[in-house]
Antibody, heavy 114, light 107 residues
């Protein structure tokens, strides 16, 4: 069955960096665009970024543009989110999701705090 | 960006009864509307896409309707496992945007 297994996350100080990973199985990863979606504690869902199936196109929400970078390695069936210049308002559970939003990772908590 | 507004914020319904959740878009999104269910500590689960098509494995008691700017999710006979938070999402215009959620609680 389809699985998206996330890793990374944790507590980081403001201004520092963190990288999240999302490893896919059970479907042809290289055939799908992939998203990152986040959810601040007790809040709703916010779309963060999208990468096309081959990595040639990337889109970012205004709140992370210029600070976050999405990438993928289709040979490893893995999606990445490099988060730089982190701010307290980036504190959230981050989810990876397949392009059609049918399947989601389990989520990983990123806490930005001094 | 398109703003999605859900109502009510909280809905109290008894098991076995019908629940009706609403979602309004700030401009037309055609039928590019999805509904998700989220339980505490879990990832969202896709219920409905294309405004009215149930995702794989979703029970028939879940139905979606609407187009343009007004959408409805109906749960025909609430089961205990249906009490959760529900989000609508438009994917007609970039960026994809979500509503703020409706919490469906047991009355």
């Amino acid at each position: 069955q389809v699985q998206l297994v996330q890793s990374g996350g944790g507590v980081v100080q403001p201004g520092r960096s963190l990288r999240l990973s999302c490893t896919a199985s059970g479907f042809t990863f290289s055939g799908y665009a992939m998203h990152w979606v986040r959810q601040a504690p007790g809040k709703g869902l916010e779309w963060v970024t999208l990468i096309s199936y081959d990595g040639s196109n990337k889109f970012y929400g205004d709140s992370v543009k210029g600070r976050f970078t999405i990438s993928r390695d289709n040979s490893k069936n893995t999606l990445y989110l490099q988060m730089n210049s982190l701010r307290p308002e980036d504190t959230a559970v981050y989810y990876c999701a397949r392009g059609d939003y049918l399947d989601w990772g389990q989520g990983t908590l990123v806490t930005v705090s001094s | 960006e398109i703003v999605m507004t859900q109502s009510p914020a909280t809905l109290s319904v008894s098991p076995g009864e019908r629940a009706t959740l609403s979602c309004r878009a700030s401009q037309s999104v055609s039928s590019s509307l999805a509904w998700y269910q989220q339980k505490p500590g879990q990832a969202p689960r896709l219920l409905i896409y294309g405004a009215s098509t149930r995702a794989t494995g979703i029970p028939a008691r879940f139905s979606g309707s609407g187009s343009g700017t007004e959408f409805t999710l109906t749960i025909s006979s609430l089961q205990s496992e249906d009490f959760a938070v529900y989000y609508c999402q438009q994917y007609n215009n970039w960026p994809d945007t979500f509503g703020q959620g409706t919490k469906l609680e047991i009355k």
